[in-house]
T-cell receptor, first 117, second 114 residues
Framework: AQKITQTQPGMFVQEKEAVTLDCTYD???????LFWYKQPSSGEMIFLIY??????QNATEGRYSLNFQKARKSANLVISASQLGDSAMYFC??????????????FGKGITLSVRP | DTGVSQNPRHKITKRGQNVTFRCDPI?????LYWYRQTLGQGPEFLTY????????KSRLLSDRFSAERPKGSFSTLEIQRTEQGDSAMYLC????????????FGSGTRLTVV
């Protein structure tokens, strides 16, 4: 089974509207971390937001928030007030365990977001 | 903090040639990672270092691939006898051990094997 699943086709959103990008994950670890990254056409991976498995509150960073539903094993990214510069690929990733010697990230396949003016 | 620097940005090479990429991490970050990203896919883990020690290598890292991090600072990734299937973006990232925050990625080296 894939550890990170991102199945949405290309997403479109109108400028200034909110959009939700879906991510589900699979792990047997109790300790894990979930990340979202943005990759514009330039190729650089830009860190957006992090959620630890023991965090009780959903993470927020400016216009980004993470809708963490532990029982459903989902970690959806919500972007509020979309901007044209938000057009990019978005990747969900997991680190398991969240601390310790083995701390590589496992990425999903990504979702393309296009913001329409 | 000047970010993670990768050189070169682009590399075109003929099949069978050797190539070497360099990554300069953020100076205070002791963990350094290499990932490979093919078109339309997410990055796949290749290997990582804590200081100068290479702690894990993916099965994706065939015998033709070797990575080093002498003195625990910059790192190099070498691919010997390149094949067309090696064409990809090679990303480097760094972080501090056990950090709860994100990993800082470089802009990558795009390799094209012709």
């Amino acid at each position: 089974a894939q550890k990170i699943t991102q199945t949405q086709p290309g997403m479109f959103v109108q400028e200034k509207e909110a959009v939700t990008l879906d991510c589900t994950y699979d792990t047997s670890d109790q300790s894990y971390g979930l990340f979202w990254y943005k990759q514009p056409s330039s190729g650089e991976m830009i860190f957006l937001i992090y959620q630890g498995s023991y965090d009780e509150q959903n993470a927020t960073e400016g216009r980004y928030s993470l809708n963490f539903q532990k029982a459903r094993k989902s970690a959806n990214l919500v972007i509020s007030a979309s901007q044209l510069g938000d057009s990019a690929m978005y990747f969900c990733a997991m680190r398991e365990p969240d601390t310790g010697a083995n701390s590589k990230l496992t990425f999903g396949k990504g979702i393309t977001l296009s913001v329409r003016p | 903090d000047t970010g993670v620097s990768q050189n070169p940005r682009h590399k075109i090479t003929k099949r069978g040639q050797n190539v070497t990429f360099r990554c300069d991490p953020i100076s205070e970050h002791n963990r350094l990672y290499w990932y490979r990203q093919t078109l339309g896919q997410g990055p796949e883990f290749l290997t990582y270092f804590q200081n100068e020690a290479q702690l894990e290598k993916s099965r994706l890292l065939s015998d033709r691939f070797s990575a080093e991090r002498p003195k625990g600072s910059f790192s190099t990734l070498e691919i010997q006898r390149t094949e067309q299937g090696d064409s990809a973006m090679y990303l480097c990232a760094s972080t501090t051990a056990g950090g709860a925050g994100g990993y800082t990625f470089g802009s990558g080296t795009r390799l094209t094997v012709v």
